[in-house]
């Protein structure tokens, strides 16, 4: 008889490359984990080859598999098995794999020996649940990992932040309120030139605290990926908002046009102390997750500095051109009003498209603070490792589904912005607002997308540069326009300022990640939906107007509430098979993928292991 011996064992060839050319291999650093028995791989170094020699189910002995000069590593006698390599150290100044490698080997039966009558194996591999093609007769698994050049943020985590973190905002919030209650009287008489906007300015001071404590809370759930609690209180904020608004005009005692803008402006304070309150009590919860108990640490260099002061003094810059252009639109109003009311028509007319109209069509988009808090850290992390599938998958994601959202909201509020105004506010002025902006709300909301992927990508200077020029010229449009053509002249100013915004945001940004227009995907298939839902709302609207128009309230509110739907049913029904089920889908798929690697064993145990009996 004759011995006929078959070993199977495999390797894998792992190329690192560093995004630049300039890092050093030597101070890259992997380790290796079986996933099936929880065990680290053991291996030592026999010319410029790893070959496994054990196993240890403690992390801290696992062998630190080291690129050599090339950038090479290949770890060979591995067996048909899963395994996870996970880099653990790279060279400073480069971004860390933030998820490990998941690698497959799969055999199966391929013919029988001829001299032995023994099944024969030939194997195939996946990284990362994709297949690639094995080398060396089917032996050896190829990969290749980037590191790409990024930053680190100073370290300044612990539990104790929250006395640092909230405390601090709080106390510039209060000096920010300070300033405004004591300055109101004199601001209301030299700046806004009209001593009744000083008790408006009063009310609305008491809203500055909260407003900066929301700010940085929305961040830290953001950077957490969390998406509840931004999104619930945003949408408990324009809720409240609103609800103090039509109370306060429909049952409250406001005679004139300061009354009225000073409930307004209160109701706003309350609305963000209700939303901050929200948010703390997430925090609260979410901080001893992210920090154990970890003491509060302060930044021991100047980089926060660094990275602060640049993004900071540019809002300040569009904040002041912003509130030139808030005390603008009622002085022009007012030259274009002169023999109609003069300036309280002129504060009116304003305060009905800011505290009326604004925060109905700002409502919406706190449903997309959802796909926000999803796709923004994605895609920040897609541009810092240079995935450009990955990147452009993401923003066409994003573009996609904004664009079929804004455009349902925009038809909803073509429709059925009229009734709504006149429900709430008993204001025909806010319903026309709302039916001539609906159409625009495509362009507004694609551009504060596209504006949040822009900062992810490192191009807060852009943003500064758009935002600053789309500043000036909304205030030439105001100086020029208002005086002559009033509110309509405004509304003009809005459109085109969003249109402009939003066409050199999304310009710079397919620019910048390199991907193609699509413009039947991002506006064609979602205008032709909501133009379907249009027609269906004009129909819903005429069946409903018995009910649209009797005097009772719950009866019009749900008139009201049964067109809405409809028409959003509609709207879905078309959308669904142009490509919305498609991203839903994938949507899901993505964060049902992230929930399991969070309960994985490799984040779990693989930094443990899964016991032994």
């Known amino acids: 008889l004759e011995d006929c011996c078959h070993v199977y064992v495999y390797a894998i060839d792992l190329i690192k490359q560093f995004g630049d050319n300039n890092g050093t291999f030597g101070k890259v650093k992997f380790i290796a984990c079986n ?4 065990y680290y791989i053991k291996a030592n170094m026999e010319g410029e080859v790893y070959n496994v020699t054990g196993f ?3 992390k801290s002995e696992a062998t630190m598999l080291i690129p050599n000069l090339k950038g090479h590593i290949i770890l060979r006698g591995i067996e048909d098995d899963t395994y996870t390599l996970t880099e653990v150290a790279t060279d400073k100044g480069y971004v860390l794999l933030r998820d490990p490698v998941k690698i497959m080997v799969i055999t199966k039966e391929d013919g029988a020996c001829e001299r032995c009558g023994a099944a024969l194996l030939t194997a195939s591999a996946t990284v990362n649940g994709e297949p690639v093609s094995m080398t060396d007769a089917n032996a050896v698994v190829p990969l290749r990992i980037i590191n790409n050049p990024g930053f680190d943020l100073p370290k300044t985590g612990g ?3 929250w006395m640092y973190t909230v405390g601090g905002v709080l106390l510039l919030g209060a000096a920010a309120m300070a300033a405004q209650y004591g300055l109101a009287g004199a601001a209301a008489r030299w700046w806004l030139g009209d001593v009744r906007a000083a008790g408006a300015l009063r009310v609305s001071a008491f809203g500055m605290p909260w407003m900066a404590v929301s700010a940085v809370l929305r961040g830290f759930f953001i950077a957490r990926r ?3 609690p931004n999104v619930l209180s945003q949408l408990v904020e324009q809720s409240v908002r609103i609800g103090i608004i039509w109370y306060a005009l429909e049952w409250g005692n406001a005679p004139d046009v300061s009354a009225r803008c000073t409930a307004v402006l209160a109701a706003t304070a309350v609305s963000e102390a209700v939303s901050a309150c929200i948010l703390l009590l997430f925090y609260r919860g ?13 930044p021991a260099d100047r980089r926060l500095w660094e990275i602060l002061w640049p993004v900071e003094g540019g809002r300040c810059l569009a904040s002041a051109l912003h509130t030139a252009e808030n005390m603008l639109v009622p002085a022009c109003l007012t030259v274009c009003l002169l023999d109609t009311g003069g300036r309280s028509a002129a504060v009116a007319q304003y305060g009905s498209l800011k505290g009326m109209a604004l925060p109905l069509l700002t409502f919406p988009f706190g449903l997309l603070g959802s796909l926000s808090v999803l796709l923004m850290p994605e895609i920040t992390q897609a541009h810092i490792r240079g995935e450009r599938a990955r990147l452009d998958c993401l923003l066409d994601r994003m573009l996609r589904l904004t664009g079929c959202f804004s455009a349902l909201a925009g038809a909803l509020f ?3 912005g009229e009734p709504l105004a006149l429900l709430l506010y008993h204001s025909q002025e806010a319903g026309f607002y709302l039916r001539v902006l609906g159409p625009a709300m495509p362009l507004m909301y694609l551009e504060s997308m596209v504006d949040g992927a822009m900062k992810g990508m490192g191009e807060q200077k852009a943003v500064f540069r758009y935002s600053l020029w789309d500043a000036v010229l909304r205030i030439a449009g105001v100086l020029l326009l208002l005086p002559r053509w009033g509110m309509k002249g405004f509304l003009w100013v809005i459109l085109l300022s969003s249109a402009y915004t939003c066409q050199m945001n999304t310009a710079r940004l397919l620019h910048v990640s390199g991907l193609q227009p699509r413009l039947w995907r991002w506006l064609g298939a979602p205008a032709l939906a909501a133009l379907v839902s249009a027609g269906a709302g004009e129909g819903l609207r005429i ?3 018995g009910w649209l128009g009797s005097g009772s309230t719950p009866t019009r509110l749900a008139a009201l509430c049964a067109g809405g739907f409809g028409m959003a049913a509609v709207c879905l029904a078309v959308q669904w098979p142009l490509g919305l089920g498609e991203e839903v889908r994938a949507i899901l798929r993505t964060e049902k993928s992230r929930r399991e690697r969070q309960k994985s064993p490799e ?3 693989c930094s443990g292991h899964r016991g032994e009996n």
């Open 543 to 545: 069946l409903l107007a």
């Open 286 to 298: 979410e901080a001893v997750r992210a920090f154990g108990a970890e003491k509060a640490r302060r």
């Open 159 to 161: 539990y104790g932040v």
């Open 414 to 416: 073509w429709v059925w």
């Open 35 to 38: 996933d099936t028995d929880g």
């Open 226 to 228: 969390r998406v509840e």
């Open 603 to 605: 984040n779990r145990n």
């Open 56 to 58: 240890t189910s403690n």
